[in-house]
């Protein structure tokens, strides 16, 4: 996985916005922007990040990371960073009245600890350590359209690949002025409403599953809890149980982080109002919490959690698509941070190969990568998804588990993605069972 070393010895880089080329131009340093940007600047290339807001900023999120983001964060040499970060041990479920607590689980490959903290301060920390480590990186600089050999020729159902980027044309927010900037490959890595990766011609895949969700910050006396928490009963406003959960996250200095986040699929469930489900989730919740809607810091914002590898295509000749501009959060649950920093640090192998001599051969493998990666556990994860969008199925189901802290504990496992391949146990046992009718019946 670790990208190729440099043996060149050109210069390492090139004043952005000159005549230069760069090797790469990344588009967007949030998580997986910043990875892939300290991934290739690590191995020494000239990578150029343009991120169009200022550092520190907000970002909608849950600011929860599992065991696999802080393993990403560990090898990005940020171990020390996150001290001063909210530790928790693992999750504990709630539903129809029923509490059971599970510690994340032992691996090879992951701490069993996870972190709660701010994406204001988490993505000001990677994308400093991309820059520390040698990446140009350019606030407040917004990449306006992307430069084109040709003009992208969608086929009936979209283009197959991304047309070949040399740059972008970028607008400094602040003075207003553009300028282009020219690389020999470009990596979108905008995020979930990826204009910039729309404008090359990507799309989602409307029948992939889509996260819709709410979140604020509060301030509560059980904000250093050593549990993150989730009830996995929320109801809509005619109180019918709908696929997706409610969370509160403890920031351990003052304030948890509170939410509701909804699966769509097919269409369904699009018209349940977030904000309402917010509401009814706050006087829903615990009251040791001591959250209602008085209670919010700010008002809470919303956003969408693209699943599944829902947008394509990712690759074209000259470039990659990384993160969510890729539609790569876990269908399972909802999780986007840690698959950001992952696709970010294959896209960097790749490119780091290409660089090298492979030429554009190097970016095909980054699908294949994807694919090995992730390909038919989110493919699991969608018929998984597809299945409990249907109420009584996903009653069932939460009744069913929370009755066994065994089943809870094998769920956990899977749908965190960390199952061990060292290990023939439940969770794995009973994941392969899924794969194979993933595998035989897609949409089971
Ligand atoms: C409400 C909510 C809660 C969530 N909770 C969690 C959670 O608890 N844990 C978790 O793991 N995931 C969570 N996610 C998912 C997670 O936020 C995303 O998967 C993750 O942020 C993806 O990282 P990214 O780098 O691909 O995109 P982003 O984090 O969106 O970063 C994209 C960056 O690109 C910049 N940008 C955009 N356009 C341009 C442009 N044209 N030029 C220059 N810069 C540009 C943006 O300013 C931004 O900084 C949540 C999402 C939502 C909406």
Same mark, same amino acid.
């Given at each position: ?16 916005? *000159? ?32 991120? !169009? ?67 204001? #301060? ?53 003075? !207003? ?6 690389? !020999? ?19 989602? #895949? ?46 351990? *200095? ?15 469930? !699009? ?174």
């Amino acid at each position: 996985m670790a990208p190729q070393t440099k043996t060149s010895s050109r210069p390492r880089r090139a004043a952005a916005g *000159d005549d230069a080329v760069h090797d790469v131009l990344v588009v967007g340093a949030g998580p997986a922007g910043s990875a892939c940007a300290y991934w290739l600047a690590d191995a020494g290339w000239d990578v150029v990040v343009v991120e !169009k807001k200022q550092f520190p900023r907000e970002k909608t999120c849950g600011d929860g990371l599992t065991p696999r983001s802080v393993r990403q964060l560990t090898d990005m040499g940020l171990a020390g960073a996150l001290a001063g970060a909210h530790r928790y041990r693992g999750l504990r479920s709630c539903a129809y009245g029923m509490t059971m607590e599970l510690a994340w689980p032992l691996h090879p490959s992951f701490p069993n600890v996870g972190y709660v903290i701010t994406r204001h #301060d988490l993505d000001q920390m990677v994308a400093e350590r991309a820059a520390k480590a040698g990446a140009q990186l350019l606030q407040g600089t917004e990449a306006a359209e992307p430069l084109l050999a040709q003009a992208p020729a969608p086929g009936r159902n979209g283009p197959e690949r991304l047309p070949d980027c040399m740059g972008a044309l970028v607008v400094d927010r602040a003075t !207003k002025t553009t300028r282009h900037i020219r690389a !020999k490959y470009v990596v979108v890595a905008d995020g979930a409403n990826s204009r910039f990766g729309r404008a090359l011609g990507a799309e989602r #895949d409307r029948d992939h599953p889509l996260g819709m969700a709410l979140r604020g910050y509060f301030r509560s006396p059980r904000h250093d809890d050593e549990f993150i928490e989730s009830h996995l009963d929320i109801r809509d406003a005619e109180g019918t149980v709908v696929p997706g959960y409610g969370w509160i996250f403890p920031l351990g *200095d003052g304030r948890v982080n509170v939410g509701v986040g909804l699966l769509s699929t097919d269409g369904r469930h !699009k018209g349940v109002n977030t904000t309402t489900l917010m509401h009814a989730f706050l006087d829903w919740a615990p009251k040791s919490w001591g959250l209602s809607p008085a209670g919010a810091l700010a008002p809470p914002t919303g956003g969408k959690l693209p699943m599944g590898l829902s947008v394509a295509p990712r690759v074209g000749a000259t470039t990659l698509a990384i993160g969510d501009a890729a539609g790569a959060i876990n269908p399972f649950n909802g999780e986007g941070i840690a698959y950001g920093y992952e696709t970010g640090r294959l896209a960097a192998a790749c490119l780091g190969r290409a660089l090298s001599g492979e030429g554009t051969a190097a970016l095909d493998d980054y699908e294949r990568q994807l694919q090995d990666a992730f390909g038919l556990y989110y493919q699991v994860a969608r018929d998984f998804v597809r299945m409990i969008s249907h109420p009584k199925v996903m009653e069932v189901c939460v009744r069913t588990g929370m009755h066994s802290e065994g089943i809870m504990g094998v769920l956990l496992k899977i749908m965190g993605n960390l199952l061990r391949p060292d290990e023939q146990g439940v969770a794995e046992v009973a994941y392969k069972a899924l794969a194979a009718a993933a595998r035989t019946v897609p949409g089971w």
